[in-house]
C-alpha cells in the first residue's frame, strides 16, 4: 500500500454502481437460459425436455427487466432512446439496443411459437375475458393444423439457432464493454468477453436447476430425476471451465507482473477480500465444484442429489454476482493515479439503493409466476408428434 | 422433426373431430404471409426512421453548430505546461471553477504536488483552491525533503480520444478545433466516457446530470480569448495557443524544448504537453 495514497479529484464517487453490476447478471442469466433451453430446440437433448420451456420462459421474464437497473444507473434515462435515435457506430454501448431488441424478438417469437397451439386451446374454451386475452395473444393466427405445427416446430428450431450466437453477444458484448477500456487494467482484457459468456452459461444452469427444484416442490409433483443430475453435471462441467478461465486470467496478469499489478493485487487482497476470496472463489467456486460431485454417481438417493444441486446453484448463482461485481466496482476502486483507493458501499434507499436490487431481482420471478398462469409451462404444448 | 404434414389434418384445435381444418390451405398460406409481410414492413419501418433520426440527430448537434468555423480557417489548438514554472498557487483552479461553474466535489482542472523525501517514498497530493496560503495539512519538514514540483492537470484534448469513442450517442464530439465536446442535450449520463477517460478528466455533473470535462474555456477561446486558468497563471506555466501555426509561442516552444505527454502508450495522442515532467507523473 502505498504510504502516500492519492486519488484524483473526480473520483471521489464511483461512476458506475451496482445496477451496473446487476445489468450484465442479469443478462448472463438471460443467455443462460436460453442456451439451456436450446440444447432441447436445437440438440433434441431430451434429457432437457422438462426444463426447455421454464428456461425459455425465464429467459424472457429476465430479459424483461434487464434494461430496469440500467434506466435505473443513467442520469438522463428520459433520453434512453437517444442510444438508438443517434447511436455512434463506435461505441460499445450503442449497440445495446439493437442487440437487445433482436434478442427480445429472438425469444418473444419462439416462445409464441411454442405455446401457439396452447395458447388457441385457450382462446376457444375459455370465458370472454381471458378468452380475449389468449385471442389477443394468438394474434389473429388460429391454425394448429398438423403442417402448421410442423412448420411451427420447423422456425423454433431456426429461432433457437439464429438465437444462440444472439444469446453469447448479448451477454459477451457486456464483457466487451469492459475488456474495451484500455486506462483499466483489472477491466483491459481480450478474455473479458468469454468469461462473461461463459459465467452467463453457469449463472443459465444454476437458476434452470434452482427453479426446476423450486417449482416442482411448489406443484408437489416429483423430479425427473435424471434431468435434475444431468443439469447439475452441466453445471458442474460449466463452473468448471469458467472458473478456470477466471484463474487463467488472474494468473496471466500476476505472471506478467506489469507495472499495475502491485494495484491489481492489493485491490485482491486488501479491497475485494471478502467478495473475491471468500465469496467468489470459496463459497461460490471450491464449495460448489464439491458438492455438484454428488450429480456423478448413481447411488447418491434423489433427495440429497435434489438438496447438493439446490444448494450448489444458490452459492454459483452468489459466485456470478460476486464475478460481476468484483469486475464492475473493483475496476473503479482505484485510482487511476494508481497510487490510491476509494470505498464503496451499497445505500439501502435510492434509485441505485440495496432495496431496488432487491426488487430487480424478484420482478422477473413475478413474471414467471404471472405467466406461468397464462402459459402451461409444464405440460408439452405438442403432444401430437410423433 | 420426423412428422410429415397431413393437408387432410383436422385444424380445430386437436380435438380429433372429422371437420375440415378453419382456413383452407391457400387461406393458411396468405394469412401466414400477411402476417410476416406486416411485421416486416413494421421492423423496415423502424430502422428506416431509426436511421434517418440519428442523421438528423447528427446535424442538430447544438455545441457541433456551434463549433463549426470558416473552412481554411479552422485553427487547431494546443496547450502547453512548464512544471518548472508552476508554483502552487492554486489561482488558475479558482479562475476556472468560477469561469464554469464547476460544481463542488469536482474539478475540470487541479494541481498535484510531488514531494520527494530523502528516505526515498514520494507524496503525492492535491494544492487547494487556496494555494497561496499553503496546503490544507500538518507542515512538511523541509530538511527530510530531496525535491519537489507541482503539476497542473487538465483534459488532454486527445486527437484520438477514448472518451469521444465510447459515448453511444454523439454527446462526446470534437470540435473542428479539436476540443472535446460534451453536448448537453444528447448526453444520457451513463458515464462510459468517466471510465474511458485515463486521465480522471471527466466526472458526471450531479447539477446536470451531463458528463462534464475541461474544453479549455471553449467558449472563451471562440471570442478569441485564453482559457480562464491561462488567464489566471500568474508565472506563465500554462500557456495555450495555436499548433497550426509556425510563428505562435507554442509552437516555438514546442520546438525549442523537450516534451512529454501524460500515459503516452496509450496511444491516445494529446495535444496537452509538458515541460519537465517526471517519469513518475501519470
Given amino acids: ?386 | 422433426m420426423t412428422h410429415k404434414p397431413n393437408p387432410s389434418d383436422c385444424g380445430c384445435n386437436g380435438c380429433g373431430c372429422e371437420q375440415t381444418s378453419e382456413l383452407t390451405e391457400s387461406q393458411f398460406i396468405n394469412s401466414r404471409r400477411s402476417f410476416l409481410a406486416r411485421a416486416t414492413t413494421i421492423a423496415l419501418g423502424s430502422v428506416s426512421l431509426t436511421i434517418l433520426a440519428g442523421a438528423a440527430g447528427d446535424d442538430a448537434s447544438p455545441e457541433a453548430a456551434e463549433g463549426e468555423t470558416p473552412e481554411g480557417d479552422t485553427p487547431v489548438y494546443g496547450f502547453l505546461v512548464d512544471t518548472e514554472r508552476c508554483i502552487g498557487i492554486g489561482e488558475c483552479l479558482t479562475a476556472c471553477r468560477e469561469e464554469n461553474d464547476v460544481p463542488e466535489g469536482n474539478a475540470r482542472t487541479w494541481i498535484e504536488r510531488y514531494v520527494h523525501y530523502k528516505d526515498g517514498t514520494v507524496q503525492v497530493d492535491r494544492v487547494p483552491e487556496s494555494g497561496a496560503r499553503g496546503m490544507d495539512e500538518t507542515p512538511i519538514d523541509t530538511k527530510l525533503v530531496e525535491k519537489a514540483y507541482f503539476v497542473p492537470k487538465l483534459c488532454n484534448q486527445c486527437d484520438d480520444a477514448p472518451c469521444n469513442q465510447v459515448c453511444p450517442t454523439h454527446a462526446s464530439i470534437t470540435s473542428p478545433e479539436g476540443i472535446e465536446l460534451v453536448d448537453p442535450d444528447i448526453c444520457i449520463g451513463c458515464a462510459y466516457c468517466v471510465q474511458a477517460c485515463p486521465y480522471g478528466i471527466r466526472f458526471i455533473n450531479h447539477d446536470t446530470g451531463n458528463a462534464d470535462k475541461c474544453n479549455w474555456c471553449y467558449h472563451r477561446i471562440k471570442r478569441d480569448e485564453r482559457p480562464a486558468c491561462v488567464e489566471a497563471c500568474p508565472t506563465g506555466a500554462r500557456l495555450f495557443g495555436r499548433l497550426d501555426d509556425p510563428d505562435s509561442e507554442l509552437r516555438k516552444r514546442l520546438a525549442k524544448v523537450p516534451t512529454r505527454v501524460l500515459k503516452e502508450h496509450l496511444g491516445t495522442h494529446p495535444k496537452l504537453h509538458y515541460i519537465a515532467l517526471p517519469g513518475e507523473v501519470i
Avoid at chain 1, 442520469?75 to 427480445?104: D, K, L
Avoid at chain 1, 444469446?167 to 483499466?184: D, R
Avoid at chain 1, 425427473?224 to 468448471?240: E, G, H, I, P
Wanted: hydrophobic share 55%; charged share 10%.
Fill in chain 1, 1 to 386: 500500500m502505498d504510504p502516500h495514497p492519492f486519488v484524483f479529484p473526480n473520483e471521489g464517487h464511483l461512476a458506475w454502481t451496482v445496477m451496473v453490476v446487476l445489468y450484465p447478471y442479469i443478462t448472463g442469466i438471460v443467455a443462460g437460459t436460453f442456451l439451456v433451453s436450446s440444447l432441447y430446440y436445437v440438440f433434441r437433448l431430451e434429457v432437457f425436455k422438462p426444463v426447455a420451456q421454464l428456461a425459455l420462459v425465464t429467459s424472457f421474464c429476465f430479459c424483461a427487466f434487464a434494461t430496469l437497473p440500467l434506466l435505473l444507473h443513467l442520469h438522463h434515462p428520459e433520453r434512453a432512446f437517444q442510444v438508438m435515435i443517434t447511436p455512434s457506430t463506435t461505441s460499445a454501448i450503442a449497440g445495446f439496443g439493437f442487440i437487445y431488441n433482436t434478442y427480445m424478438l429472438i425469444v418473444l417469437t419462439q416462445i409464441w411459437l411454442v405455446f401457439r397451439p396452447a395458447i388457441i386451446q385457450q382462446a376457444t374454451s375459455r370465458g370472454i375475458i381471458l378468452g380475449t386475452l389468449y385471442r389477443i395473444l394468438a394474434l389473429g393466427v388460429t391454425n394448429i393444423s398438423d403442417r402448421a405445427k410442423a412448420i411451427d416446430q420447423w422456425l423454433i428450431r431456426a429461432l433457437a439457432v439464429i438465437g444462440i450466437p444472439v444469446a453469447c453477444v448479448l451477454t459477451g458484448y457486456v464483457g466487451f464493454l469492459f475488456g474495451a477500456v484500455k486506462s483499466n487494467p483489472w477491466w483491459s482484457s481480450s478474455l473479458m468477453p468469454v468469461i462473461f459468456v461463459a459465467s452467463a452459461i453457469v449463472s443459465g444452469f444454476a437458476v434452470t436447476l434452482l427453479l426446476y427444484q423450486i417449482c416442482c416442490a411448489c406443484r408437489c409433483v416429483t423430479h425427473d430425476v435424471n434431468c435434475t443430475r444431468t443439469l447439475s453435471r452441466f453445471l458442474w462441467a460449466t463452473l468448471a471451465v469458467a472458473v478456470s478461465l477466471e484463474g487463467l486470467e488472474l494468473l496471466q496478469l500476476a505472471y506478467e507482473a506489469g507495472g499495475e499489478w502491485p494495484v491489481i493485487q492489493a485491490l485482491l487482497t486488501e479491497h475485494l477480500a471478502f467478495s473475491f476470496g471468500t465469496l467468489q472463489v470459496l463459497v461460490g467456486s471450491l464449495i460448489p465444484l464439491v458438492l455438484l460431485l454428488l450429480a456423478f454417481p448413481r447411488w447418491v438417493p434423489t433427495m440429497c442429489l435434489s438438496l447438493s444441486s439446490c444448494l450448489a446453484s444458490v452459492l454459483v448463482l452468489v459466485q456470478v454476482f460476486a464475478m460481476r461485481w468484483n469486475v464492475v466496482i473493483g475496476g473503479q476502486l482505484f485510482s487511476k493515479s494508481f497510487r490510491g483507493f476509494v470505498e464503496y458501499e451499497v445505500p439501502l434507499y435510492g434509485r441505485e439503493g440495496g432495496i431496488a436490487v432487491g426488487v430487480i431481482l424478484l420482478l422477473p420471478l413475478v413474471l414467471l409466476w404471472v405467466t406461468s398462469m397464462i402459459l402451461p409451462l409444464w405440460q408439452d404444448p405438442t403432444p401430437a408428434e410423433n
